[in-house]
Each structure stands twice: as structure tokens, then as C-alpha cells.
């Protein structure tokens, strides 16, 4: 027979999964001999099994309840639902993982008409027995029943109105008798019986709200924006009540053994005299800081102050902590890990790990790798931001907060800017002609494009704020008009964006610029003594490159050369080598992109000084370089001296449906492999000159994109090679290279055993391996993606997060069949996925060798590569 | 020691890959004791080792080719290069797979200028001699040296001409000296040495040019065209001379066995006498019939009808031979199994069966699955077709021959139709807007798109000849223009489209209709008694459902619905459906929609009788539906009193960047189950109405298309079968029903274990699979696919036939993961490929159930199945 229910000296601290956070801790607090009000815990498992049995507790589950409460009551020698000495109990959900979205606390189950008085009796004290009553009908009513609230307030409302009180406190026993007779009427009426006497019932249905809870709304949506998953279930602790508003000799509080704040080593927290529960958050009195606890119960608070220590020691973290104090007595009622800011959880493990309290490899797995962000980016003043509201809420694309006049075209933001305005680039979505406009602005809105869109990569790239599909706007570029709501902005107006969150702010608000405190180098150090995954970064320009490399980057994983083409003097002669009729006439503009080429990589080989780099060659479709419009068209003709019927023919030759899949990466190098000599000319013979001035010894990866194909690999890498060789006879030097390919197109990775003959390094881009394998277009999904996500048909945004199951499925079967033909191969991640900590965990495992991200999440990336090893422990 | 060489009495008919085919038949006939010159045959592993090797041929095969010479010449009594009885030999390719493409055969090699004395005197013919001198030197200096063949004519008419001669033969000994002489001076200004005296230098450098031929243009475009594994290799035949052009008593000819053009069994071919090898072919002489063979030489030709029966019986098939007769003595030079037509291929086949030289399982592997469509099509008059020459060469996207006026619009076409002409329909490319258009033309002709093109894939459906992307043609849709070269064509003018090898041709081609004789008929039943895979069809609508239950079609694999909204009565009620702000009016719309579905659903359940019906809900990107340019949009604003700004938004909004990766399928459904529920409705009802009147118990299998996850298909699923439970409970009528997906997106195939959680049917849409996996967009890659198939990348088109290297490997894989959850579950195939015999094959061996292809592949499918069935033995 399965164990449903564990009582608090059955469990420990290790049974988190079946007890939930709260049971787990409440046990251990008991074996190590806290003062803890006696209870039992529900497991999770019971949870399972409600649902299981079609949200029903089932028998034995209900006998075990009830042979556990016997014991209480023996225990606390009191009776459930007794006249003279009843048993009173709290019920709280606990799940696993700390969850706010699930069911509230439900106090002083146990009181009914009868048990009322006993409580009246016992505690000399008729009034507070009465209102304990009133508020458990109103509990339970609201959290159980599913009773609007606000119907049980327009009864103790209208009654205080009724006698002309101003607080609640100016009740009468007699007052609060009718109350509850009101009350219970209001529950008949509503639920079409009794508001439920017996104990024993009403425990049951509190034990039911709590497992129907785990699948509320607010539940499966804060799941949903933290990755928890929804097969975990809740547990529910019942234990016996201790009251904390039985005088001035009693109190309540919660607190943390650390500033959660800043982290500074001294008790943090609350409390106040004389309450209950709930009364210390809801802000119906100011509670007073903890340190005035010592006037108020010195021993207690020593006391207090003893265990608080006990704890954290026996935790090896800081601790967030209730309490209740009755009749001078302290009860620990919760203990759990305490939540902090990026700054605080810093200090507390650097600190902890001085004091010998936990070692280098648990202090640097103290650290969210996502809350890196918060010190690596300005944010917004927390005191202004408490003020506002947001307008609307986009995508998080890239951290950070900007402020800004809004501008709708590159051009008029660069322009903005060179007059010496901040400056917030608004459009409809982001392409690669705005790039200008991107580089200028402070901050990036779109209406349209998901995390991984133009804009969200561009941004981030560049560590600039970016707020990303924000669907709810309007962008009327031409008339330059942002609609929110019934709002317009126009062009100049201020607009605050909060890329960290999403939010959109009206109007400025100042910006704080981050600090990197000395403890922050450490934790990085530790880390990089830890991990075994190489980091590094996907950097297209040399100024890039070098803040990566400040934040540690050792390589660069992706050099996109495509983004190099896009300054004035070279659009054209792309433009001239795309419109060519030719090989001669593509030949002759080629030669003349060469000489920037190389001067591009020169100045990143010298950035990077001998550390590996990765060089893509060309990949979009050619398209992306030609204007669209008639009037882009008609310039262009002019300015190139050719036909306007010419030039627009070409343009819609160039036209794809599905631009994704059609004419690019290494294809193009199939149908003109003189792009590929041209860049692979400029990439050897930057390392030939680099090593002729300097002596430094660059070891270029080409890396050929788009590859499905063996014979495609072979064809392109052919040309690469033979243009190597050029060089190398040419110039009288033979530096190393490598030739290698992305894998981003199922195929490749299917038959990557057949890819590896030619390719001496795989990077999994896995931007487009997800967008192909899920058959999900990232530029147009974002909406989908957003639908799938609150319809719990995505645990995780796949963009951000790999899909393990099916896209790491052929990541994993690809790193396999590549080691099968070639055991040395390099294998590395290029894709958006490069600094998702889950991700990295996922690449550790399958044993690449290393992932590559942007600068900005360079830190995050080593943080969340030494805590894959750890945890994989 | 490898053995590189065989003499004709080592091998055998069965060593076909290691002597070449034509190899493999001389040794056989060796064997069986027929007159055969002798000779022997370097094999295709010294093919192999020759480009291993670097292009030479090593000392080891050198070795081995000088001993069997040695041998060759004992057993002739001659000797090679001897000046008075000299060895000749005939130097001919022969690879595993008969390959025209590859090197022409050399007579006479060996001679020089001294055997051309022997020859002269053995034979007592000085002409004779040199002029089988001046032949070879020509041939030799042709296919080996690669001289220009121009440059010998010209020197040789250059004689004729200075002499006034007429005919060759009138060239005397002196003169043939002569141009000898001359052909020496011009081989040695060419190759700067002179022309190969030493008869094994000639031998050894006619071997390496065999070897060499292996990989010209044309052998690799050969293998291209025809499914050509480049890993075969070619062998080389070195044999003895005999000669067909010593006088009234000799001659040489070719023959079938029975007549290649209409199966007749009769002994059909040519000769010539008084001729050599080419001579039949070259047709300088008119050759004769074969029977004409009987007056010349009546006990040849008696001897010849007994060995060309032998060798028929001995092969169990018609026979291709060549012979030469040498002064009234017959030799077989070669015989293989003969090329035939369609109809020549099923009456042998039936043929040989009946009179028990092979069985029926022989019988059908006899026809090439291919060439079935040349029974089931109109095709071109062959007479008229001789006289022209193609304007240009499209893709042959859809079989047939059809002949008409061109028009550049579906409405056109349509009014033109009305108007009693025949049409051709000419698009740049065609959308589902085209199809009334389609519909009522005899063809079509496109600009762009693949062999899956929009196009290609409906004229499949619909058995209407398509040529599609034609790429040198330029179609003005706007100024109603066709141009090709440099002829303009305008509205109204005829062409002629062979849909089934993709010519073009100006002008009016009769066409003569299909004729499916008794035989065809006798051959498709046995077909279906061997094979295991169940054959359907996709069909969207009765006629075509109709017309593939009369080509055998089993059940329907794949019922499109979106075909069936765009009549003009639908298509407005799907658009007031995708223009709706909100569920109650597109459920308003949906609900016009209703009743039109059900019928059509009536309508092909009827047809289709208890065959099972699996029926795709709605796939394509609701923008399909909607009209794109603004004087459009701005007569839709009108029509449904719409504000134009509004309506152009909305259709802003729809459109996206890749479509194909963007808002369709079951993401549809999933943000508007009110879709999913109006067609699942109409499915069921229609079923079960068709019950209550008939008795007729339809299985719908409803297949949700494009799935990714699981909780994708599951969300979808519990729409369709609450709808599904509704309809029941109304109708008080209780049917089966099945629920499953289209396998189409890659993450689905990896998946497979999961979603077979819910599905009970997969069916494989390998047309998206093999766009995801390869990255390729079918309408945007035609002329990538091409380039990749002139450059060796693609074996094969893998949209025509289904790459089992990579995305075979996910079919496999899913297969075998649904059955791992759900044993019985069903799979199928409904992609274009599901028509291919090579996928065929492939679906049987992984295990399918089903193939489903357009009603006129049903044969195809039915016979290749049956195949794949004797081929896997």
C-alpha cells in the first residue's frame, strides 16, 4: 500500500518531490528540533492520483488523512472540532518548486458553531474567536467554494456602515455572531447547501481546492513564464494553527537571514505585534523592521536570531523564514530558500563560500544565469518605474532598458542622432537596410518579429535594448505614427522600452548604468575553472568581438559576413555583382568587395589575437541586397545606368515565396563560386597578412552554410581549398585552416555521418534547425508561438530554449554519426540557443565542445556551462 | 592477385557488374556455344583502379591484358601487328547498365603500316585494307586522341573533291594512301607525336579512353537522366575482328528477337550487306528488312533465326543481338535484352507467360513502371512529331500531349473554353485561383515551379498534361506575351506541349488517344495478386475519386478540402470567415460553409463506396484565400462594405515572409477550432446521412495536417471528436471513425512515439517532409534542383523520388516509433512520391500499408508495388 500522507517527524529535507517545498522543510525543521506546530503532509503523489481517479480523493487516500489527524490530535491533545479544546489546523498548497500562482492559505480550518465557543473558552477571548470564525467562512468560501470575495465584503462592509464603524476592530462579538450568520446564509445560497460543519468535511474540500489549484489559471500561467512543468504536482500541508494576534505578547513575521537586496549578512525581515497570517503582507498596518523585535520579545528574538542562523547553516543558503510568536512562544512556520537579485546572490555565495559555509562548485550554482542580465545591462530607476504603468507588453528581446524620441526609418534616427538626440528606432519589423538605424538608436520597438527575429538578433548582437512583437501597437511608417491603444505617438514623442521585461513605457524615465562588482570577476573565474564547453561569440565586427572578448569569450563561434555588406561603398558593389549578366562582370565587383573583406577580418583576427574564429560565408538570399520598391528600383537604374525594365525584371527573378528556403547559403556558392573564392581569398590572405606583420598565427574556420548535402560540402569546399592554396603558393606562407559546415537543415544532421567525410567542424545553427524541423518560420510565428504557449502546447519558447525532444534529437544523432566517421571533429552551437543556460546544460551533456553566443550573454554562457557540469555530477 | 582481365570462355551472363553487360552476354554466348569472335574483357574493378590510380592504368592490369592477347592470338593463328597475317581487334565500353553516352566502339585497331600490307594480302584486297586503315586511324584519332572529327572530313572531301569523286568507294588503294598519309600528318600536329605505331600502344590507349568515357558529359548526363549509380564503372571488350564488308558473301545487321514497337513475335531488325558496324546505323545505305536476310544467305539466315530463338529462350526475354556475316559465316557480336515500348513490354510479357517461358512474377517486372503513363495518356502522332523541332524544354511535370490556342489568364481560358476552342493555359505559375482555368484547358505551361509545383501537382491530380518551368520562356502576363528565344507569341496562338518529356513545339500536333489493350489489363491483375501494399489515390473531388476507382485505386489517401472553397459561392464565405473580427462571425461564415462541405464529402463517399476516405482539414495559409493587389482588395472593400484601409491591414497582417513555415495547417485549427469543428461536422454528418440512406458504412479518416507536437494534435483531436460525439448523439447514429496526422514536418517524424499517442494513422506527407529536411521551397528551388542534378549533387530530383538517405531515414524512424506505441497503427504515403516506383519500393520495405497517389499513377503504383514485392525477395 502507497503512503499518501507523512506526518513532519517522517520527513526530511530531501523529499521535495513528494512532499513539496514547504512539507520538505516544515519535516526537517522538526527532526532538527525546531519549534514547529505539528502536521502532516498530502503528498504529491495523492495529487497525481486525484487526478488520475477524475478529481476525486479517493479512499484510502481519505483513511490515511484521517488516521494522520488522529495523531495530531493526540499529539496536540486537542479534538478535531471539539466543543471544549478544539483542534484548529492551517491547509497550504506546496509544490515542489515554490509556486505564488497556487491556492492561498486557508486558516483556522476546524471552527464551526460549536468549536467556535470551545475556541472562545480556551483562549478567554470570545471576540477574536468569533472573528477567527468570520474570516475562515470568508476563506474558505472564497478559496474553496469559489465564492467572489467581494460578496462576503458587501456583507462585513454593510454591517460596519450599519453601527457607524470605522475599523474592523470596533466589532462586537455580537456584531461579528451576525456576520457569520450572514456569511453562512450567503454560502447556502451560493453553493445550495450548508456551509460545512463537520471538520472532517471541510478539511477534504480544503485538501480538494489545494490539488484542483495546481491547474488554476494563475498556476499553469506562472508555470508557463517559469519553466516549471506541469507533471509535478502539489502537495498540501496540514498543520495545527498557532496565533499570533492573541495579544501583545504574541506576533508575526517573516524575514531573511541575508538582505535579499544587496545581500549584506545581517536579518532582514519583518514583523508586526499582535497578528495573524496574512496581516504582515496585506499592508493593513505598517509592519516594523525586525531589529525592533529584540525591544519587543528579547528573548524571543535571540531566539528567533539562533535558529535563523541554525538554519542557513543547515541549508548552506540564506533563508527566508515565518514565524508566529504566541504568548512569547516562537513557531517556525516555513523556511525555504530566499529569492534575490542578481546583486545580492553574488555577494551571499562569494561570501558563504569565504566563510566555508559551501565550496566554489555550490556557490556558483547560487546564481540564476538569467538574472546575469540584470548586471550586465542598464535598467531602469526602480523608484520612477513603481510609478508607470506600461503601455503595452512586446517581446523581452534584448535586456536592458533605452529611453528615446521615436523615430520610424534608419535614416531620420541617424540623422536624430548625429543632431544629438536619444533616439528609440520604431518599424514595423527590422531588415538588414536598418542596421544604421539600429547601431544609432538606443533601443529597438517592433510590432512584428519574434525573439530571434531580425531586430532581437541584430539587437542583442549589439547588447542593445530591444522590445520585439509587440503585437498590440500599430507602426504607420509612412505617416510616422505609433498607435497604442487609443493612443499616438508621433515622431520625436518619448518612449521608455524595458527589453528586460517587455514593457513599454510612456514618456522617460532615467536609466542606471551596471556595476560590476569585484565579487561578480570571482564567481566568473570559478566558474571558468569549472566548466568544460569552450564559450564563445558570435560577433560580426571587431568592436563586438572585443567587448565579448572583455566578457570572456575565447573564440568567436559565428562571424556573419553578410552584415559587412551593407555599408554604402560596398551595397553597390554588391549590388553590381548580383545584377551581373555574367561571371566576368560578377568577377569585376567582387574584386572591388575583396580589399574590405580583408581589412574586415584583419581587424578581428587582431582583436582576437590567436583565438579561433569562425567565419560564415555568405548566406541570405541575394534578394536582401536589391531594393524593392518601384522608386527604390528607379534609382538604382539610374544610378547603375541600367533599364528600368531590366533591373525590375531581375529584381522579381530574385523574389522567392518562401525566401527561407530557397536561393542561399552555400547554394549560392554552387551557382557562383566565385562569391566563395572572393571570401575565401580575403579571410586566408588577412591571416597571411596578419602573420607576416605581426608573427601571430590565426587558424580561420570556414564554415560553409546551409549544407544538406555531402556533394554540395564537397563542391563548395572544393573551391574554398583551391583558393586557399592560391594564397598560400601566392604569398610563400601556409597557415592551418579549417573547412567546416553549419548544420542547420535536418538533413545534414541525419547524415551527418556522410557530412563529416568533408567537413572538419559541425556548428549546429540551430535558429534554423528548429524553424525547419518544427517547419516554423521565426518571422512569422511569434503570434503562434505566444497562442502555443498559453495553450501549454509549448513548455518553452523553442527559439529561445532548444527543443530538446526534437530538434536536440538530431543535434545529439548529428554529434554521434560526425564522431563516428571523424572522432576529432569540433563540434560547437552557433544558433540564438548558444546562451540559454537549459540549452548549454543540453550541449554539455551531448558533449559538444563548445557554444557560441552573443556578447552579452558571454558571462551567462560560462555561468550556465560550470553549473551544467555540476549538475550533471 | 586480383584478376583484371577475363577471356569470353572465363565468364558468364551472371557477372554483369564485374564484365559490363555487353561483356557479360559474349561470354554467355561463348558458353552456350555460339559463334562468337573471341576476345576477352578487362573488367570494371581495373574501372576502378584506373581512376584509384590517378587516371593510369597500372603494370599489374598492363600485365594481365598482354597475357590474354598472347592467348587470343594463339587461338586466332594470328598475331598482332604482324605484317602478314595480322591480329585486328574491335575495342568497345560496356558498364553493367547499357549507357549510350559512352565511348564508341574502334574496329580494326591494330593495324598499322605494315599489318595494313598484311591485311591487304590475307584478304587479297588492297582497297579493302586501306580503307579499314583510313577508318581507324579517323576513329581512333576521334574517340581516343579527341581530334576533331571535322578536321578528317575535311581532308578526306578535301580528295574527294580535287579527285571529283561522288561516292567513297571510289577512292583507289593510292588515293586511300593518300589520305592515310595525310590523317598521320594531322594526328601528329595535333598530339605533337606521332600516330601509335605499336598495335598495344594502340590497345592500352583505346583501354584508358574507355575508362576516360566513363566520365565525359555525356555518359554523366546519361546516368543523370536515367538513375545511373556513378560508383558502377565501365569494363572494356577487346575481340577479334570479323568483316562484314568482305564482299556479296558477308554483311552485317541488328535484330529483335520481336518487334520493340508492338511486342509482335516475329524476328524484327536490319542488315546490310557487303557493310561494317556502323555502316547499318550511319544510314549512308538504306538497310534492309531482316527477312530480305533469307534470299541473301538462306542458311545464315536459318542459323541466325535458330541461335535468335536460343538466345531468347536461353534469357527468358526479347533479345537485342547484332551479327556480322564473313564470307557466308555468321558471328554474334552482341545481344542483351532489347528496349521496347509500353505496349511492346506488356504484350511479351503476357506473351512469354502463356507460353511458360517465364512466370507472372517475371512477367511483371517486365514493364517499366515508368512507361505505363504511356499507356494511360494522349500522346503526340508520332509522324508529325519528326518534323519538329521543340521551341524549348520545360520540365515533364505531367504526362501527356495536348495541343491549343495559348491564353495568359484562367478567366481567358475559361471564356475561350465556353467559346468552343482548345486551350493551353500559359502562367509565369499557377495558384489555386487558376483551377477553373486549369480545369478547362487541354494544358499547361509554366514559367516557374518544380515538378511539384502548384502546376505540376493539381494537372497530375486532374491527369492534364503540364509542362512546367520552362525557364526560357518569358510569360507578360499583363501584355498577354509568351516569348521564347526570339518568337513572340500573343493570345490565340497554337502550341503543343508534350507533358511527358517537357518539348515545347510551335504551331498544331495531332494527338492520338490512349489505348489500354486486353493485355495491360492481364498484367495489372497480376500485379495486384503479388503485391501487399494497399494502393490509393489522392482525390479532391468525384471525377477524379471516379476515375482512380477505375484505374484500381483502393480507398482515397489524401482528400484535400481546400480545393473545394474556392467556386465563387465558397470562396465568399471563406473570406467573410478570415475577415471576421471575432468567433461569432466567423462561425456565421462557417456555418454558408457547411452545408457545400457535407455535399462534397456525399458526393465522394459514393464513389468511393466502403473504401476508406481520409479526408486533411483545411491546410493552406488563410492568405491564400484573399486577394493581394489593391484594385482587388479595393473591389472586396466594396463587395462586403468593408472600409478599404481596414481590409488592406488585415491583409498586411496575413501575409508572411515563408509562408510555407507560417500560419496553416493545424495551427489553424488550434487558433480557430471553429474551423476544425465546421469540417469535422460535415465529414461525419455526411457519413452518416450516406448511412441512413444507403446502409453504406463509411470509415472517415479525418487527418489533421502539419503536427509538430503532440499536445498539437491532441488540442486539435479533442475538437474533432467532441464534434464528432455531437453529431452522433444528434443523428442517434454511431459510426467508426478515425483520428490521425499527416507526418510532414520533420520534429512530427522524430517525435513518432509520441504523437501516435494520439494518432491512429499516420500518413506520410513527403512533399513539406522533404521540403523541411532539405530546406529546399519546391517553388523557389527548380532551378537550384537542376543545377544540383548537372552537377552530380542530386542522384535523383527528391521531389519526384523520395531520398531515402535522408528523408527516408525520418519515414523509417516514424515508422518504427508509432509502432512502438501503437502497434497497429496505420501509415501510408501521400505525397507525390507515393507514385514514384523507386519510393515505392521503399514504402514497401519499411513496412507502409498504403501508397496514395493522383488517380493516373494508380497503375504505376499498383505495378511498381507488385514489383517491389519480386524485387525484395
Redesign the interface.
Known amino acids: 500500500m502507497e503512503k499518501y500522507v507523512y506526518s513532519f517527524n517522517e520527513g526530511s529535507k530531501d523529499m521535495k518531490n513528494l512532499l513539496g517545498g514547504k512539507g520538505a522543510n516544515l519535516a526537517e525543521m522538526t527532526k532538527i528540533g525546531l519549534p514547529v506546530p505539528f502536521g502532516f503532509t498530502v503528498t504529491t503523489d495523492a495529487c497525481f492520483k486525484y487526478y488520475e481517479d477524475g478529481c476525486m480523493v479517493n479512499d484510502e487516500i481519505k483513511a490515511q488523512i484521517f488516521e494522520k489527524l488522529k495523531e495530531l490530535e493526540s499529539v496536540m491533545g486537542k479534538t478535531f472540532g471539539d466543543v471544549s479544546n478544539p483542534l484548529l489546523v492551517s491547509v497550504r498548497s506546496g509544490a515542489p518548486i515554490s509556486m505564488p500562482g497556487m491556492m492561498d492559505t486557508i486558516l483556522n480550518l476546524g471552527l464551526n458553531d460549536d468549536s467556535v465557543m470551545g475556541l472562545a473558552e480556551q483562549t478567554g477571548n470570545e471576540r477574536f474567536a468569533y472573528d477567527s470564525y468570520r474570516r475562515f467562512i470568508q476563506m474558505f468560501g472564497d478559496v474553496v467554494l469559489e465564492i467572489p470575495k467581494a460578496k462576503f465584503d458587501k456583507i462585513f462592509d454593510g454591517k460596519k456602515e450599519e453601527e457607524g464603524y470605522q475599523y474592523d476592530t470596533e466589532l462586537t462579538p455580537a456584531d461579528l455572531q451576525y456576520v457569520i450568520a450572514a456569511y453562512k446564509d450567503l454560502v447556502e445560497a451560493e453553493i445550495e447547501r450548508e456551509f460545512p460543519q463537520d471538520p472532517m468535511d471541510q478539511l477534504m474540500e480544503a485538501v480538494q481546492a489545494v490539488f484542483r489549484s495546481w491547474n488554476n489559471e494563475r498556476a499553469i500561467l506562472y508555470r508557463q513564464l517559469n519553466g516549471i512543468s506541469s507533471s509535478l504536482g502539489t502537495a498540501v500541508n496540514v498543520q495545527s494553527m498557532v496565533f499570533g494576534n492573541m495579544g501583545e505578547t504574541s506576533g508575526t513575521g517573516v524575514a531573511f537571514t541575508r538582505s535579499p537586496v544587496n545581500g549584506e549578512n545581517r536579518i532582514f525581515g519583518e514583523f508586526l505585534v499582535n497578528a495573524q497570517g496574512e496581516d504582515v503582507v496585506a499592508g493593513i498596518r505598517t509592519p516594523q523592521p525586525i531589529a525592533e523585535m529584540e525591544k519587543a520579545f528579547p528573548e524571543v528574538y535571540q531566539e528567533f536570531n539562533r535558529i535563523a542562523h541554525l538554519l542557513e547553516s543547515h541549508y548552506a543558503d540564506m533563508q527566508d523564514m515565518e514565524f508566529t510568536v504566541e504568548n512569547n512562544r516562537l513557531f517556525m512556520l516555513q523556511t525555504r530558500n530566499g529569492k534575490r537579485t542578481a546583486e545580492a546572490a553574488v555577494k551571499i555565495a562569494v561570501d558563504m563560500e569565504r566563510d566555508g559555509l559551501i565550496d566554489r562548485e555550490t556557490a556558483i550554482t547560487r546564481l540564476e544565469p538569467a538574472q546575469i542580465d540584470q548586471l550586465l545591462h542598464p535598467t531602469f530607476d526602480k523608484k520612477q518605474l513603481e510609478s508607470q504603468k506600461p503601455l503595452t507588453k512586446g517581446l523581452p528581446a534584448s535586456p536592458g532598458a533605452a529611453c528615446g524620441r521615436i523615430f520610424f526609418s534608419a535614416e531620420d534616427a541617424v540623422e536624430a542622432v548625429d543632431d544629438g538626440m536619444r533616439v528609440i528606432l520604431v518599424r514595423q519589423e527590422t531588415s538588414p537596410e536598418d542596421l544604421a538605424g539600429m547601431v544609432s538608436a538606443e533601443g529597438i520597438l517592433t510590432a512584428r518579429g519574434g525573439m530571434t527575429s531580425h531586430a532581437a538578433v541584430v539587437a542583442r548582437g549589439m547588447g542593445k535594448c530591444c522590445v520585439s512583437g509587440a503585437s498590440e501597437i500599430k507602426v504607420d511608417e509612412e505617416k510616422k505614427l505609433l498607435t497604442i491603444g487609443d493612443e499616438v505617438f508621433e515622431e520625436g514623442d518619448f518612449l521608455s522600452l524595458d527589453g528586460t521585461t517587455g514593457n513599454v513605457y510612456d514618456g522617460e524615465i532615467d536609466t542606471v548604468a551596471p556595476e560590476l562588482k569585484g565579487d561578480f570577476g570571482t564567481i566568473m573565474k570559478w566558474a571558468d575553472d569549472i566548466r568544460t564547453l569552450a564559450i564563445r561569440t558570435n560577433a560580426d565586427n571587431p568592436r563586438d568581438a572585443q567587448q565579448a572578448v572583455e566578457f570572456g569569450a575565447e573564440g568567436i563561434g559565428l562571424c556573419r559576413t553578410e552584415h559587412m555588406f551593407f555599408a554604402e561603398e560596398r551595397i553597390s558593389a554588391i549590388r553590381r555583382m548580383i545584377l551581373a549578366d555574367n561571371v566576368k562582370e560578377r568577377r569585376r565587383a567582387l574584386a572591388k568587395l575583396l580589399p574590405y573583406q580583408k581589412q574586415d577580418f584583419m581587424d578581428i583576427y587582431s582583436v582576437m589575437g590567436e583565438r579561433p574564429v569562425t567565419i560564415r560565408l555568405l548566406d541570405p538570399p541575394l534578394h536582401e541586397f536589391i531594393p524593392h520598391t518601384q522608386t527604390e528600383i528607379r534609382a538604382l537604374a539610374e544610378q547603375y545606368n541600367l533599364s528600368y525594365d531590366k533591373l525590375s525584371r531581375k529584381v522579381r527573378e530574385l523574389q522567392?515565396?518562401?525566401?527561407?528556403?530557397?536561393?542561399r547559403?552555400c547554394?549560392l556558392a554552387?551557382?557562383y563560386p566565385e562569391i566563395a573564392e572572393m571570401q575565401t581569398e580575403a579571410i586566408i590572405t588577412a591571416a597571411v597578412d596578419i602573420y607576416l606583420e605581426t608573427g601571430q598565427k590565426i587558424v580561420p574556420e570556414i564554415m560553409i552554410p546551409?549544407v544538406?548535402?555531402e556533394?554540395?560540402l564537397a563542391?563548395v569546399k572544393k573551391v574554398v581549398v583551391e583558393t586557399a592554396e592560391t594564397v598560400f603558393e601566392a604569398s610563400g606562407v601556409r597557415l592551418d585552416y579549417k573547412v567546416g559546415t553549419m548544420i542547420?537543415?535536418?538533413?545534414a544532421a541525419?547524415?551527418a555521418d556522410?557530412i563529416a567525410k568533408e567537413a572538419e567542424f559541425f556548428s549546429f545553427g540551430t535558429n534554423?534547425l528548429t524553424?525547419?524541423?518544427?517547419?516554423?518560420?521565426r518571422?512569422?510565428?511569434g503570434?503562434?508561438i505566444k497562442?502555443?504557449r498559453d495553450?501549454?502546447?509549448?513548455e518553452d519558447d523553442p527559439f529561445q530554449t532548444l527543443?530538446q525532444?526534437?530538434?536536440g534529437?538530431?543535434v545529439e544523432m548529428a554529434a554521434e554519426l560526425g564522431r563516428k566517421t571523424r572522432p576529432n571533429i569540433k563540434l560547437g552551437i552557433c544558433g540564438e540557443h548558444g546562451g540559454d543556460p537549459k540549452t548549454i546544460d543540453f550541449c554539455y551533456r551531448v558533449g559538444l565542445d563548445y557554444v557560441s553566443c552573443s556578447p552579452f550573454r558571454v558571462p551567462v554562457a560560462r555561468l550556465a556551462a560550470a553549473q551544467a557540469v555540476v549538475n550533471n555530477r
Chains 1, 2 share one sequence.
Not at 771 to 777: A, K, L, P, V
Not at 791 to 794: A, P, R, S, T
Request: aromatic content about 10%; glycine content about 10%.
Open positions: 522567392e515565396f518562401n525566401p527561407m528556403l530557397g536561393h547559403g547554394r554552387v551557382t546551409l544538406g548535402l556533394a554540395e563542391a542547420e537543415i535536418p538533413r541525419l547524415t556522410e534554423d524553424q525547419m524541423t518544427f517547419g516554423f518560420s518571422d512569422d510565428t503570434r503562434i497562442e502555443y495553450k501549454d502546447i509549448f527543443d525532444k526534437g530538434v534529437k538530431l
